[in-house]
Every structure is written in structure tokens, then in C-alpha cells.
């Protein structure tokens, strides 16, 4: 008997091609083809299977992260994928591995930090994981702060080696992914000192582990941090600890593409910018956006595909950006969603920590409110804006400009959206600049106005999202009403954050409080032009349901069936009888409780 789909109705509803969709969301037809063929490929491989991971304790999840890494790499050789099909291998089985840190970046920090010499000794055992490394950067005590790591590394002209060291217990290395128990070298991150002189930091080639029986090597002391929040999800990292105890390492080990130091102990500083210590973090950063609509993407098919489930039920229950939208998907599935088998608490956990690694959101913030002020600073002497902030080129006309909306369905004008959204930005920037130029001491300003500065922050960031998206619909998109519900969905999300943010449009002058509700109510128009669409829309997101991982957001929607057949997988329901019953329930039971007497 054919298996029924119960979102058959909803997706006969749709007013595009959702093949065409499809290629859109991947960003080509080349890109959908190796997402599709590698997706369908790890879904179908029964190692890969993932129903079963919140279930098993932490030495168990472990132990199954590293078979399925063993696995992908025997699988990337055999069918001799790309480094391109590689990663998307590595994406589909979808569990945090030490795999990640080494090819997100070790790789990438020895590229980009390394001599040419360096690289042709190091990433060929690094490209056939002859050696497996980490980045060692965030410390017990430093995290976004790099400046003021503590780990050094003091050149000894006598032997022509750094010693590198952990003089306090706040510089021990802490959270590196891979590192507490897989890694067998890592790129550290250390105070250069030649000279008795402090060079700033620096990155090293440190080995860690035997490469022949995997111990530690001499003046190494490593291991895993421990549990993190939720079950499954980023416990299958191995996040680690390291000390060092003065160990030795050859000169030619420190990275030496920005700086140098000779057999004399000179230190020589070369042309290249010294912000390429940062670029691995930044290529890093980069990921995260992206991994943050991929969640958020995934939440989202989860939650609606439920939700068209309930209401053909008929259920009554209604109901920072990404780990709040996935908060939010999961509040929409009721209490369903606080299952594991929802697959939401675990995507949720996963993705927290990218609210954290790599700098804080809000350290983040300030490093772009920093960049705003600067900008704004050098208006007066001509410098004329470039890229994201030429926009505030226009300063002195978006200060003055009034939103000329006057009917609801002005609102769907990208000019209006744009402008409201660039006054918006512009304004709180200036507000911002005025009030820094009133202290004496620009970082007791800086630190007064940081709450401000993180404002200016945020409305020059959705500025940026908003006005991509707007730029993007300009382009001819093919596939029928492919377009048409994209130019939807820019209006939602423009709307949506004007919605939120009202506060700063009015307050800043730049819409009136009749022009917010104007828009409010184009908003509600366009939610009812998007709902026919819903179930199609996700679809074209092209999620197996092995990626999906959740029952409630599984392609067929037959949901309760899913639920029900996996609350027997669950250890618990091994036994009718529970362990412990004859030593604690059956005593209550039966009133057979000892007490003591006094």
C-alpha cells in the first residue's frame, strides 16, 4: 500500500516551481545537483544514522562521532569526492566533529599564516589526515579579547627552539573543538617574546600527541572540558583543555607568512597586514552566517510542516535572531517540540554556541559600531563611503528625508523600504557619533554608549540583509512565481523587522506612528499571500528527512505515527519493569520502608 502524504493538499496549493525554488535557495543548479546527490547519499548509509544520539551517554556518542568521521573519510576516498563534495559529505552526516576544527581551521590558518615552505610541509599530511589539528586560540581566562592572551612563546637562541608555555591556570587553552581528544597537532596561539621583549600574539605548529600510540607528548597536559548544554548535540565535540609546561619547538614551527624571527633571535615584521592573524577567525565568522540560515531554515521546515499537520488535525493551539527563531519554531509545535524527537532542542543546543565561539554577538557588535564611528569621523574630510556603509555618503539627506508612505500598500516600494531602513541606520550612527564627541575620553564614551552603539549595530546589520535581498530581486530569476514569492518574503522579513524595531523608526523620526501601523497592516496582508505557500516554500529547502532529523517535520507528515513507534526506541522502555523497581518502587509499594529511629 502506497504511504499516505498528508501535506499532499498543501503543496498542490502552490504558486511556483519548487525546483526552480530550489536551485535558488542553493545559489545554482551546479550547487543543488551536489547537495542533492550528496545528501541522498549520506541519508541512505545506514552508519549515519542519527535517531538514536540523544540517547547515548557521552563515552557512547563519542565513540559513534568517531566511526562516522572514520566512515566519511573512507567514503570521500572511495568515490574520490571533490574537496567541494567532501565538505557537503561532512555537512550531511550532520554531528560536530573534530573533522570540522581541521578542515575549518587548521587547514585554512596554515594557509593563510603559513610560508609557502611551511605549507608545502605541513598540508600535505594535514589534506590526508596523516595529522589532525585544531586552533588554539581561546584561553580559560581570554576569549574574544586575543590581545590579551597569556600562552607564550619565548624564543632560546641557545637552541634555536620556542619554548612554549602556560604560566597562569587562566591560560590554558580552553574549548578548541578536536582538541581534547582526537587532535594530534594544533596551530597555538601565543605571546611572541625574543629579547625579553613582547611581540604580540603569534600562531605556532605545536604537536600534542604521539603519532604511534596517541599519548601526550612531554610537557603536555590535554583533555576534554567536559559536558555541554543538552542531550547529544555539541557533546559529540571533543572541546578540550591544554597546558603546556615549557615545551620545545623548532624555530621554523612558528608561522611565519606575517613575521619572523632569525637564528639571531631578531624579530622582522613584513608588509603583510597583521590583521591576518585574525583571518582565520573571520573566515570562520563567515561560516557562521551561513550556518545560521541553514538552522534557522531547518527550524522553520520543522515547525510548519507540524503546524499544517495540527491544524489538519484540528488542533487549536497557536502559538538574538536564529537561537530565538528556533526557540520560537519550537514553542509553535507545542509540547511536542520539547521532544527530542522533534529534533528542535538538539538543533537549538547545536546552535548555540555560535552565539559565543569566535567573539560574543555583542563583542561583535561593538567591533562594528567601532567601524560606524570611524566612518562617520572621516565624512568631513571627503573620504567617500565604500560598500556597505556608502550609504552613509548620503548622510546629510537621510538626517533630513521623510517617509512619503501615505497607503499600506506603499510599503511594498523597495525605495520606501530602503530609505526608511538607511535613516533608520544613519541617524542612530549620528546620534551615536554626537554623543561620543561629548566625552573627553573617547573609551569612557565608547563604554557609557555601548548599549546605544550595539542599537546603531544591529540597524546597520538588517540594513545590510534587507537591502542584499532588495538587490537580489533585481535580477531576472527564472521558474514560474519563483520570483514573485521572493519579492513576498523580502517584504515580510523588511516589515517584520520594522515591526520589531518600531521603536527606533518613530523615535529617530524617520517613519510616524500612522506609517507603522500602515505597514503593520500590509504585513498581515502579505502573511495571508505566503500561507498557501507555506508547505512548498520549506520543501524547496530540499531537506531529507535523515538531515531533517524530526518526526514532527518528516516530508510525509505522518507525524503521530513517527512519534509513537520512536517512544519505544527509548532504553527506558527496554523492560516493562524498570531497573530499580524491587530496590525503590516495590518497597513504597508494599510499605516496606526502613526507617531510622532516633
Not at 555537512?91 to 566533529?97: C, E, G, L, N, S
Not at 516554500?537 to 510525509?556: I, K, Q, R
Request: with cysteine; hydrophobic share 35%.
Amino acid at each position: 500500500m502506497a504511504a499516505l502524504d498528508y501535506h499532499a493538499e498543501e503543496r498542490s496549493k502552490a504558486e511556483f516551481d519548487v525546483e526552480e525554488m530550489k536551485i535558488v535557495w542553493a545559489g545554482s543548479r551546479h550547487d543543488y545537483e551536489i547537495n542533492d546527490r550528496v545528501a541522498r547519499l549520506v541519508a541512505s548509509d545506514p552508519v549515519f544514522r542519527k535517531d538514536n544520539r540523544t540517547m547515548l551517554t557521552r563515552k557512547d556518542l563519542f565513540k559513534d562521532t568517531l566511526r562516522k568521521a572514520a566512515h566519511a573519510w573512507k567514503r570521500i576516498i572511495e568515490l574520490r569526492l571533490s574537496e567541494d563534495e567532501a565538505y557537503k559529505l561532512r555537512f550531511y552526516v550532520d554531528q560536530p566533529a573534530f573533522t570540522d576544527l581541521h578542515w575549518g581551521m587548521f587547514i585554512p590558518a596554515i594557509k593563510g599564516q603559513g610560508t609557502e615552505e611551511q605549507q608545502e610541509k605541513w598540508l600535505p599530511m594535514a589534506y590526508k589526515m596523516q595529522i589532525i589539528g585544531c586552533y588554539a586560540q581561546t584561553e580559560l581566562g581570554h576569549g574574544s579579547n586575543v590581545q590579551g592572551l597569556e600562552t607564550t612563546a619565548t624564543f632560546d637562541p641557545q637552541t634555536d627552539e620556542f619554548v612554549i608555555h602556560s604560566p597562569t591556570l587562566t591560560s590554558s587553552k580552553w574549548w578548541p573543538g578536536g582538541l581534547g581528544k582526537v587532535s594530534t597537532h594544533a596551530v597555538v596561539y601565543a605571546r611572541l617574546i625574543t629579547d625579553g621583549k613582547d611581540h604580540g600574539v603569534h600562531g605556532f605548529i605545536v604537536q600534542l600527541r604521539s603519532l604511534d600510540d596517541h599519548s601526550p607528548l612531554p610537557g603536555i597536559t590535554v583533555g576534554d572540558i567536559g559536558m555541554k548544554f543538552g542531550s547529544g548535540a555539541y557533546n559529540s565535540m571533543d572541546n578540550g583543555v591544554l597546558r603546556f609546561d615549557h615545551v620545545r619547538i623548532p624555530r621554523n614551527q612558528m608561522l611565519m607568512r606575517d613575521s619572523q624571527v632569525t637564528r639571531e633571535g631578531k624579530y622582522m615584521h613584513s608588509d603583510v597586514p597583521t590583521q591576518l592573524v585574525y583571518g582565520t577567525m573571520v573566515n570562520v565568522r563567515q561560516k557562521i552566517v551561513s550556518n545560521a540560515s541553514g538552522a534557522l531554515s531547518r527550524a522553520v521546515c520543522i515547525a510548519t510542516r507540524y503546524s499544517a499537520v495540527r491544524r489538519q488535525f484540528g488542533s487549536q493551539n497557536g502559538g538574538p535572531e536564529t537561537q530565538d527563531g528556533i526557540e520560537e519554531c519550537r514553542k509553535l509545535c507545542g509540547g511536542h517540540g520539547y521532544l527530542s524527537s522533534s529534533g528542535l532542542p538538539e538543533l537549538f543546543a547545536v546552535y548555540a554556541p555560535n552565539c559565543t565561539y569566535e567573539g560574543d554577538n555583542i563583542v561583535l557588535l561593538l567591533q562594528v559600531a567601532r567601524f560606524l564611528m570611524k566612518t562617520f569621523s572621516q565624512l568631513g574630510s571627503g573620504k567617500k563611503p565604500v560598500g556597505t556603509t556608502a550609504y552613509m555618503g548620503r548622510a546629510e539627506h537621510l538626517m533630513q528625508c521623510c517617509c512619503e508612505v501615505e497607503r499600506a500598500e506603499d510599503w511594498l516600494k523597495p525605495s520606501v523600504i530602503l530609505e526608511a531602513f538607511e535613516a533608520r541606520a544613519a541617524r542612530m550612527s549620528v546620534s551615536c557619533a554626537t554623543n561620543l564627541s561629548k566625552f573627553s575620553n573617547p573609551e569612557e564614551g565608547f563604554a557609557e554608549l555601548s548599549a546605544d552603539l550595539v542599537e546603531a549595530a544591529v540597524a546597520h546589520c538588517q540594513l545590510i540583509v534587507v537591502s542584499k535581498f532588495v538587490e537580489k530581486l533585481q535580477q531576472d530569476i527564472p521558474g514560474k512565481g519563483v520570483k514573485r514569492q521572493l519579492e513576498i518574503l523580502c517584504n515580510v522579513y523588511a516589515l517584520y523587522l520594522l515591526h520589531k524595531h518600531l521603536g527606533d523608526f518613530v523615535t529617530t523620526g524617520c517613519i510616524t506612528p500612522k506609517q507603522g501601523a500602515l505597514a503593520n497592516e500590509q504585513l498581515r496582508l502579505l502573511y495571508s499571500q505566503v500561507r498557501p505557500n507555506a508547505i512548498a516554500l520549506v520543501d524547496a529547502f530540499n531537506y531529507t528527512d535523515h538531515y531533517l532529523g524530526s518526526d514532527l517535520g518528516c516530508y510525509d507528515g505522518n507525524v503521530y505515527q513517527k512519534l509513537y513507534e520512536g517512544a519505544w526506541k527509548d532504553p527506558l522502555n527496554d523492560t516493562d519493569v524498570p531497573d530499580g523497581y524491587h530496590e525503590y518502587i516495590r518497597p513504597i509499594l508494599k510499605q516496606h520502608i526502613r526507617t531510622a529511629r532516633l
